[in-house]
Nanobody
Framework: QVQLVESGGGLVQAGGSLRLSCAAS????????MGWFRQGPGREREFVAA????????AYADSVKGRFPIARTNARNTIYLQMNSLRPEDTADYYC??????????????????WGQGTQVTVSS
């Protein structure tokens, strides 16, 4: 089992920044690839970013590429999503997720085995 807890959400004006964190506990965190997903009102959960267990492979949705770098610190069992140049359309609940790293980036929610409870991000215009 891997337990994930997100933090760092909040209310921010358009153009502002937030940094989300996801703290993991349980099984060996460093062997898991991690992802960030989001779900806005009335929308399906969508892929935002992912990072391999080494941190050497990252992937991003086109909508956040160049704005939301993902990073991890295995020594602290934590991943981060630095959210810059926020837009109102980024408003959503953000979730981190974990999957045993297969060497391939996973883009769909059903590929991930473990999920956090989510943290809300609201961007005002």
């Amino acid at each position: 089992q891997v337990q994930l807890v997100e933090s760092g959400g909040g209310l921010v004006q358009a153009g502002g920044s937030l940094r989300l964190s996801c703290a993991a506990s349980g099984r060996t965190f460093s062997r898991y690839a991690m992802g960030w997903f989001r779900q806005g009102p009335g929308r399906e959960r969508e892929f935002v970013a992912a990072i391999s267990w080494t941190g050497g492979r990252t992937a991003y949705a086109d909508s956040v590429k160049g704005r939301f770098p993902i990073a991890r610190t295995n020594a602290r069992n934590t991943i981060y999503l630095q959210m810059n140049s926020l837009r109102p359309e980024d408003t959503a609940d953000y979730y981190c997720a974990a999957v045993a790293d297969s060497g391939k980036t996973q883009y769909t929610p059903d590929a991930y085995a473990y999920w956090g409870q989510g943290t809300q991000v609201t961007v005002s215009s």
